[in-house]
Every structure is written in structure tokens, then in C-alpha cells.
């Protein structure tokens, strides 16, 4: 296994977490429950911790395909710069599901799960660009080359 299979495996996790995070987030504002609160926290730090192995990950694969003949390496670093974003925005909301976790009269606020969702749901918006921009760096047919 190299460094762009490593990629390719784990790059999906941080973009199906963050719809699963979504889901949770909306079911723990609709529920107002303490545990949905706590399991849609959990599920947003899981998307964070994920985003940074995955964003990580991505240096092996650059080293892996940069070479390779039709890469445009400028799609590489659109990718790049896309994927930083989007793992700044999966830790700060990592970041706040902590806090909400450590200050158990946050996480069931209904205004603090409303913000969590929003930014959830920028966020799924944000991954699937990033993984737009990813898949056009060896795969052509999706923007008509």
C-alpha cells in the first residue's frame, strides 16, 4: 500500500462522518435529549480527529502521483488548499462538541445545537467540494476532459 491508496481509503470517512454528524445534530435539536446532545458531539469530534488523519494522509499521496503523466499539479493544490479549510472548519467544530461535552449545560441548549448544525451542515457542503476537487485529479470525466 502507498501513500495515495492510504488516502484514497480514509479520505471517505471525514465525508460520510460529517453527513452522520449532520444527522445526529438535527435529531439531538429536534430530541433535545442529553444523550442525542452527547452522541452528535461525539460524532462531530470523530469528524475532526478524522479530517486531520485524512488532510495528513494527503502529502503521501501528493508524493505518489505528482509525477504521474496528464496530473495537473494545480489541481493538486486546489485540492490542497480546499482540504485545509475544510480540516480547519472539522476542528472547530470538533473543538466546540469538547466544550459542549465539558460543560454539560451547553450541550443540551437548543441555540448552541442550531449553531453545531449549521456549521454541520456548511461543513458537508465544504467536504463535498473537497472531494470534488480530489476526484477530478485522476478522474477527467467528471468535468468533460
Known sequence: MNGAHLHLIISHAPVIGAVVATVL???????????????????????GVAAVAVYISGGGAEHVVE????????????????????MVGSI????????????PVLSSQRRVIYVALI????????????????????????IGH
Open 92 to 103: 472547530i467544530l470538533a473543538v466546540g462538541g469538547v466544550i459542549a461535552l465539558i460543560r
Open 25 to 47: 445534530l438535527a435529531l439531538a435539536a429536534w430530541r433535545g435529549t442529553p444523550e442525542s446532545c452527547w452522541i452528535a458531539y461525539v460524532a462531530t469530534i470523530a469528524v
Open 119 to 142: 456549521a454541520s451542515i456548511g461543513l458537508d457542503v465544504l467536504f463535498g467540494i473537497v472531494a470534488n476537487a480530489g476526484g477530478i485529479i485522476r478522474h477527467s470525466e467528471i
Open 67 to 86: 509525477h504521474m503523466s496528464g496530473i495537473d499539479k494545480q489541481l493538486i493544490e486546489n485540492h490542497q488548499d480546499l482540504a485545509k479549510i475544510a
